[in-house]
């Protein structure tokens, strides 16, 4: 396994794009940004998308990818004007990620991971005999990791492109929603139900996992799930029963910065024609997608 350390790489836990190019400035790209909402506003971008909703993730179409757990498990795509069709079925796809072509989702009760073209809508599996796959990231070293939210387990496991499994880090007690680091020198991981919180773990040279670096606790019960990154290197957790949001900066300091998201569980920032300064969040226990003014945008591709 190699892994590039110059490799830059956009990874919100939703999008990757990679080169070999130096890495971008993080600095936040304010055109794509809209001022009909303010810092810390939640609206419902749309009220209805048909059902309880999961996983989220923006495309390089800059369409939004939406996987709705409580209707066959059928993935829609929808503009920023919020219409929307049906992309794909797929049994049990729960998280969802993407690369330039492709999106990735975890199959949350047929222990699979599935492979979709964007193009085609056509699929194939990548792996099976993962447990309870919850949510997906991939990697700069082309492999996918994938948590297991099933507190027996404890376990992110790494997916190689032949399908073989193997245990990419242990100890992470619930571990959801993941994202990389901007300098990919470490991996930020939500820990939903035991020791709620994040966890901020060490990636080697290598692709590794090493050490927990830091944790930042939430409050019992509170849920920790999806996990977004801005152009500065906030990274942002939603809490689905708590309803919240926290910032969380480089420095380690933890905000609340918004709440009434009863149910938020993936979010991501607009791309596209889609707010760039605003999360857009998916809900699981609701059939409404959030949308919440934050004031930065994502790192630019």
């Known amino acids: 396994m190699k892994f590039n350390a110059t490799i830059t790489c956009l990874l919100t836990g939703l999008l990757i794009a990679c080169s070999d190019e130096p890495a971008p400035s993080m600095v936040a790209d304010p055109v794509g940004c809209h001022s009909d909402i303010g810092i810390g506003d939640v609206v419902d971008f749309v009220d209805d998308v048909g059902g309880f909703n999961e996983g989220l993730t923006f495309g390089p179409d800059g369409m939004l990818y939406v996987s709705l757990f409580g ?3 059928t993935i829609i795509r929808l503009a920023a004007d919020g219409t929307s069709q049906r992309f794909k079925t797929l049994p049990g796809a729960h998280g969802l990620a993407t690369s330039a072509t492709e999106l ?8 699979e991971l599935y492979r979709v073209d964007l193009a085609t809508g056509d699929h194939n599996v990548i792996a099976t005999g993962l447990r309870s796959p919850n949510f997906v990231l991939p990697t700069p070293w082309d492999t996918w990791l994938v948590s297991d939210v099933n507190s027996s387990t404890r376990t992110i496991t790494e997916v190689t492109p032949a399908g073989d499994l193997r245990i990419w880090a242990t ?5 959801n929603g993941m994202i990389f680091s901007p300098a990919l020198d470490a991996i930020y991981v939500a820990n939903t139900f035991e020791r709620p919180g994040v966890v901020k773990l060490a990636v080697s040279p290598d692709g590794s996992a090493g050490n927990e670096i830091d944790f930042f606790p939430m409050a019992d019960g509170s849920t920790p799930d999806g996990l977004a990154m801005d152009a500065n290197g906030n990274v942002y957790v939603v809490l689905n029963i708590a309803g919240e949001i926290h910032r969380i900066t480089p420095a380690g300091e933890v905000t609340r910065i918004a709440g009434g998201l009863i149910g938020g569980a993936s ?8 707010d760039h300064c605003s999360l857009y969040v998916s809900n699981l226990l609701g059939s409404n997608i959030y ?9 630019a591709p």
């Open 267 to 274: 979010l991501a920032f607009g791309r596209g024609d889609f």
């Open 291 to 299: 949308r919440v003014g934050v004031g930065d945008s994502a790192l």
């Open 104 to 111: 990735f989702a975890a199959g949350l009760n047929t222990g």
């Open 171 to 175: 100890g992470v007690s619930t571990p």
């Open 71 to 73: 209707n066959d498990h």
